[in-house]
Structure formats: structure tokens, C-alpha cells
């Protein structure tokens, strides 16, 4: 992938400075935008972009600092590099308490500047991308995301929300695999207060025995054959955060003891090692087990148990909370359509009629994935029963029939644009098909349109 060069834009008063610090910088690839002073820099930045502003700090006018508080007045947040002479530096650490990223001094190191200019770049990149993350989990990891009218459903994510402001106590999710028990975790997580954004999640199922303690609690080097340094251990990972520990009804009888005292205590110890560092993390454990059973075998810790199960939260599977099926259709779709660049206008009759009488064993995974093969199938837009592989089928299908068009949908009303214009675009054609009497060159030749068209419909 190419990737395109970075956009600065250079703000110097001095016509000299100007051409050779923007000449020094094409050379190193950036595409690079001139300003005399501060109103035509904020001119540029009204009609277009950059990674990065260097400004003079002495300028008539509106000098650098000005300049920077201007733009960051409009919510601009490209940052700034401010450019300096020699006896100005303490004006030039003021702008950087100001907001100012860095400062380069003239006469220009060609050196020093493309250190600084890469620096800089490097670190603002850095932060957006982060910003974007944390933006994209927070919007995805929600209680709003947890779709629900089901009664049970919304009393239990009533519970959750109280929890996630209590960080210091234990949650436990019980759920049938597929139900969403991680993105609940995470809901808790991003709603709890003061929680930072720092959440890590351990399978105990998928980690063999022998290497789960170490990646739990980590170890210190010569702990055991080929402990050549020493590892944090996914306790240390999520301090300040939020440790899920999905699938604890698989933890090793051996751990499980360990683990106890990391709860009570809120400590644990490193593999091989004798120093207690502290427990500085929200515990939540995951289970499709039933805890209460293996309790009565023996093969789960009674006092563990109890431990865990401070604060309950049973998420009811997918097919005794029927009434939630066609919200969930309609989000997952509007996601499908962001994540497959394709638009889905509507869900046949009898698909939904097949989704709803399916038992779902997989849950609420399981019919995203039936839905997300349903949308890369569909040529039309309109997910019928044979694109989503269910075994539920309607007596036309069992029969080797298919359905005839025009057949009924379920609409699913998708808050996105472009799905809104794709449906309106289908009405006009199939109006204007109607009213030229299935003549569909008479009908493309009063549109205006390719014939083609309407063999898409």
C-alpha cells in the first residue's frame, strides 16, 4: 500500500525562511503549503487539511502564538512546531505551554528538523489513532450497544450498569456460548467510573495447563527451563483496568487455589519469585458452565466459588428472548453494511419466519454470522431463506420450490443514507417499470438509464 506523504503547512513573514525551510522539506518527500502569516494560514485551514503547522514566532500581526491559540480556539488540532531564533527560547517554551508540540531554532539543521518534523508526526499519529480506538470500543462496547425489549435481558443489564461503578468487586457472567458475555464485560468496563480504557481478556480453556499460571501471573527469570527474562503476567497487564477471565469454570484445580488468594487479598506473587505485588485491577470471570454442578463433583472450588460469585449476572440465551430477534437483525445489519460495503434493503418474509422459529444453540453469535453470510449472498439486497443455511426451511423450499417474485420482506428500517437511497431507487425503478407495463427498454429509455438496471431488481 502507498502510503501518501504528510501535508504541512510553513508560516513565516520572512520570504528567505520561507523558501528554504518549505525547499528542505520537499526534498524529504512531505508536500508542503506556504503562508506569509497568520490570516493566510487560517485561510488554507478553512479549506483544507494538514498533518502538521510550522510557524515563525516573530511575525507582524498575528505572531506564532496568536496564531496557535486561534486555531486551537476552532477546535483545530493539527499540531504545531514553532520556529524560533537564537535568544528567543523562552518565548518559544511559553507557546509550548500554550499547546505547542516542539521548537526548532533557525538558522535550520537539516538534521534536527526532520528529527523534530518525524517526531512530531509520529506522536500526533499515534494519539489519533488512539483516540480512534478508544472511540470505536467505547461506541461498540456499550450498554446502548447491548440491544434488548426483553424484560429479563433489560433487569439484568439494570444490574450491570449499577456494578460498573463499584471497580473493586468481583462480577461474575454466566451465559451459553454466543450470548455476549465478553462484550457485557466490556460494557462494565468503559462505563465504570474513572475506569481507564485498559481491558484484557484471558481464555482458561485455551492456554495449557503448564504455561497458564505464568501467563496469569507472570514469572521472574530462571523461574523454570526457559524463563530467560522476566514476563508480567496478565494481572499486571490490566492494572487499572479490568481483567476478564473468560471460561473460569476450566481453570486447573492447581490455580484455582492461587487465584483465591490474588481475590482475597487482593495480591498475588510472580512464578518463581516471593515479592506480593499488589491487585490493582477489576476481576471478572465468564462461564458457560454451570459452577454450581462442578462445585457438587468436586472439581471446582466451593470457597472459590463463593468468592466469584459476589455479584451474578445470567445473560438468558438468544431463544428465550425471541422478542429481541428482529432489533438485533436490524443492528447487525446497519453494522454488516458499514463492515461489507453492501446494502441490505430487506429480510424476506420467510426468512424471518425461519429465523424466528430457529432455536439458535449458537445464540446471538450464531445469527449474526447466519446474517452477515445472508448479505455476501444476496445479489438484490434482500436476504432470502435459502442465503442465511438454516436448517428451519418453509414447506415451498423443502419442496425444491423457490419463492416467485414479487415475494413479501420484512423491511428492516436501517438508519444509513445510502441504504434509504438504494430503497429508493428500487421504488422508482419498480414504479416506472409498472406504469411502461413491464416494458423494460420503454421503462430505461424514459429514465433514462441502462437497461441492465432493471434486471438487478
Not at 343 to 361: F, G, K, S, Y
Request: glycine letters at 6%; a neutral charge; proline letters at 4%.
Amino acid at each position: 500500500m502507498i502510503s501518501t506523504p504528510s501535508r504541512i503547512l510553513v508560516i513565516d513573514d520572512d520570504s528567505t525562511s520561507l523558501f528554504v525551510l518549505s525547499g528542505y522539506l520537499k526534498r524529504e518527500g512531505y508536500t508542503v503549503v506556504t503562508a506569509a502569516n497568520g490570516e493566510q494560514a487560517l485561510e488554507h485551514l478553512v479549506r483544507q487539511s494538514f498533518d502538521l503547522l510550522i510557524s515563525d514566532l516573530r511575525m507582524p500581526g498575528m505572531d506564532g502564538i496568536m496564531l496557535l491559540e486561534e486555531i486551537r480556539r476552532r477546535d483545530i488540532t493539527t499540531p504545531l512546531i514553532i520556529v524560533t531564533a537564537c535568544g528567543s527560547i523562552a518565548s518559544a517554551v511559553e507557546a509550548i505551554r500554550k499547546g505547542a508540540y516542539d521548537y526548532i531554532e533557525k538558522p535550520f539543521n537539516p538534521d534536527n528538523l526532520q528529527l523534530t518534523v518525524e517526531r512530531v508526526l509520529n506522536y500526533h499519529r499515534a494519539v489519533t489513532e488512539n483516540n480512534q480506538i478508544k472511540a470505536y470500543l467505547e461506541e461498540h462496547f456499550t450498554f446502548q450497544n447491548l440491544i434488548t425489549v426483553n424484560p429479563a435481558m433489560k433487569q439484568m443489564l439494570g444490574m450491570a450498569a449499577r456494578v460498573a461503578s463499584s471497580p473493586r468487586t468481583t462480577v461474575a457472567i454466566y451465559g451459553e456460548s454466543g450470548t455476549g458475555k465478553e462484550v457485557l464485560a466490556r460494557a462494565i468496563h468503559y462505563a465504570s467510573t474513572g475506569m481507564p480504557t485498559r481491558f484484557v481478556a484471558v481464555n482458561c480453556a485455551a492456554i495449557p495447563e503448564q504455561l497458564l499460571e505464568s501467563e496469569l501471573f507472570g514469572h521472574v527469570k530462571g523461574a523454570f527451563t526457559g524463563a530467560d527474562k522476566e514476563r508480567e503476567g496478565k494481572f499486571q497487564q490490566a492494572r487499572g483496568g479490568t481483567l476478564l477471565l473468560d471460561e473460569i469454570g476450566d481453570l486447573p484445580f492447581s490455580l484455582q487455589t492461587k487465584l483465591l488468594r490474588a481475590l482475597q487479598e487482593r495480591t498475588f506473587e510472580k512464578v518463581g519469585g516471593n515479592d506480593s505485588m499488589p491487585l490493582d485491577c477489576r476481576v471478572i470471570v465468564a462461564t458457560n458452565a454451570n459452577l454450581a454442578a462442578r462445585v457438587a463433583t468436586g472439581s471446582f472450588r466451593e470457597d472459590l466459588f463463593h468468592r466469584i460469585d459476589v455479584f451474578p449476572l445470567h445473560i438468558p440465551p438468544l431463544r428465550e428472548r425471541k422478542d429481541d430477534i428482529k432489533q438485533i437483525c436490524v443492528h447487525v445489519i446497519s453494522e454488516l453494511h458499514q463492515h461489507l460495503g453492501k446494502t441490505v434493503l430487506a429480510i424476506a418474509t420467510e426468512a424471518m419466519d425461519a429465523i424466528l422459529a430457529h432455536n439458535w444453540p449458537g445464540n446471538v453469535r450464531e445469527l449474526r454470522n447466519r446474517l452477515e453470510r445472508g448479505a455476501i449472498l444476496t445479489s438484490d439486497g434482500h436476504i432470502r431463506t435459502e442465503h442465511l443455511g438454516l436448517l428451519q426451511q418453509t414447506e415451498a423450499s423443502r419442496d425444491g420450490e423457490h419463492a416467485a417474485l414479487p415475494y413479501t420482506t420484512y423491511t428492516l428500517k436501517v438508519p444509513n443514507d445510502a441504504l434509504a437511497l438504494a430503497s429508493l431507487t428500487s421504488q422508482i425503478l419498480s414504479q416506472t417499470l409498472a406504469r411502461c407495463q413491464g416494458n423494460k427498454s420503454k421503462a430505461a429509455q424514459l429514465l433514462k438509464i441502462d437497461r441492465k438496471m432493471f434486471y438487478r431488481e
